[in-house]
């Protein structure tokens, strides 16, 4: 059974950067496409990032394009999640999901069949 933690949120003022990290065990990646979603209070999930199961091909959130970039490391079972120039409005709970998935990536949130715990990134302005 694949298990995903997600790891390297925290505090950072605006225009920092942070790296968070999504690594799986039980499982191989290299099957999967993966996505990093972001949550507010009473808000619903929304994806901020997603790459194929090769790693090739990705996408991005129009809020994040250019600032935040996503790789993921089949040999070592981790997908990134780079975010530079961060800003108030990127605070959020943020989740990595998995879902087997042979085409291109996956947007929606429902379709992941796996789940992180979450990680909190807080940016002060």
Known sequence: QLQLVESGGGLVQS???LRLSCEA???????H???????????????VAAVQWTG?????????KGRFSI???NAKKVVYLQMDSLK????????C?????????????????????????????
């Open 15 to 17: 225009g920092g950067s």
């Open 25 to 31: 065990s039980g499982d191989t990646l290299e099957y």
């Open 33 to 47: 496409s993966v996505g990093w979603f972001r949550q507010t209070p009473g808000k619903e999930r929304t994806i």
């Open 56 to 64: 090739d091909n990705r996408l991005y959130a129009s809020a994040v």
């Open 71 to 73: 790789f993921k490391d």
């Open 88 to 95: 108030a409005e990127d605070t959020a709970v943020y989740y």
């Open 97 to 125: 999901g998995a879902v087997r998935s042979w085409g291109p990536f996956v947007e929606d949130a429902y379709k992941y069949d796996h789940w992180g715990q979450g990680t909190q990134v807080t940016v002060s302005s």
